[in-house]
């Protein structure tokens, strides 16, 4: 009896197995050519190099504080010595804030990605969803970003469809 149950089970759970369907996708793919996506990357590296640039003149500003202090120092009495210990390390606090503020976990950076990349991720999601129900997939894997997909075939490629769902000719 507990054999004729195994059974069963085994052929109607392969035959589960065997009735859903998978796809992948290529996010990097889509993403290179969706112009939405350029221009918002675009305008993020801009930012970024505005502000590393902002960055690296303070931090550049400081070393020659710093140079100029360490030839000086000798001659410097305690109380000026101390001022402008005081006055370096205040300046790079600030400047390491400004970092934190502009590229920090919560920064400027992380803000304007969410900002402008999210709604083009969600947009791409939803065009995932979109093929993967008129396809009857019950799964789509993203081949890019270091998955774990070991092996795919490319007729399994659904990225053009994806594409095609969101207007982007190629």
Same mark, same amino acid.
Request: hydrophobic fraction near 35%; charge should be neutral.
């Given at each position: 009896?507990?054999?004729? $149950?195994?059974? /069963?089970?085994?052929?109607?759970?392969?035959?589960? !197995?065997?009735?859903?369907?998978?796809?992948?996708?290529?996010?990097?793919? $889509?993403?290179?050519?969706?112009?939405? &996506?350029?221009?918002?990357?675009?305008?993020?590296?801009?930012?970024?190099?505005?502000?590393?640039?902002? /960055?690296?003149?303070? &931090?550049?500003?400081?070393?020659?504080?710093?140079?100029?202090?360490?030839?000086?120092? !000798?001659?410097? +009495?305690?109380?000026?010595?101390?001022?402008?210990?005081?006055?370096?390390?205040?300046?790079?606090?600030?400047?390491?804030?400004?970092?934190?503020?502009?590229?920090?976990?919560?920064?400027?950076?992380?803000?304007?990605?969410?900002?402008? /990349?999210? +709604? $083009?991720?969600?947009? $791409?999601?939803?065009? /995932?969803?979109? !093929?993967?129900?008129?396809?009857?997939?019950?799964?789509?894997?993203?081949?890019?970003?270091?998955?774990?997909?070991?092996?795919?075939?490319?007729?399994?490629?659904?990225?053009?469809?994806?594409?095609?769902?969101?207007?982007?000719?190629?």
């Amino acid at each position: 009896m507990k054999s004729f $149950i195994l059974s /069963i089970l085994l052929v109607f759970g392969t035959g589960f !197995v065997f009735s859903q369907k998978y796809a992948y996708i290529d996010s990097d793919y $889509i993403l290179e050519n969706m112009p939405e &996506y350029k221009d918002a990357k675009e305008k993020l590296d801009k930012l970024a190099e505005r502000w590393t640039k902002e /960055i690296e003149e303070r &931090y550049a500003q400081i070393q020659i504080k710093r140079d100029n202090f360490a030839r000086e120092e !000798v001659l410097l +009495p305690n109380e000026e010595r101390e001022k402008r210990k005081s006055e370096l390390e205040k300046l790079e606090t600030e400047a390491m804030e400004m970092q934190k503020m502009r590229f920090g976990v919560k920064g400027d950076y992380f803000q304007k990605r969410q900002e402008l /990349i999210k +709604p $083009i991720q969600d947009k $791409i999601f939803e065009a /995932i969803q979109t !093929v993967a129900t008129k396809r009857n997939f019950s799964f789509v894997f993203d081949k890019a970003n270091q998955s774990n997909l070991v092996y795919a075939d490319p007729k399994m490629d659904v990225s053009n469809e994806v594409l095609k769902e969101l207007g982007v000719k190629k």
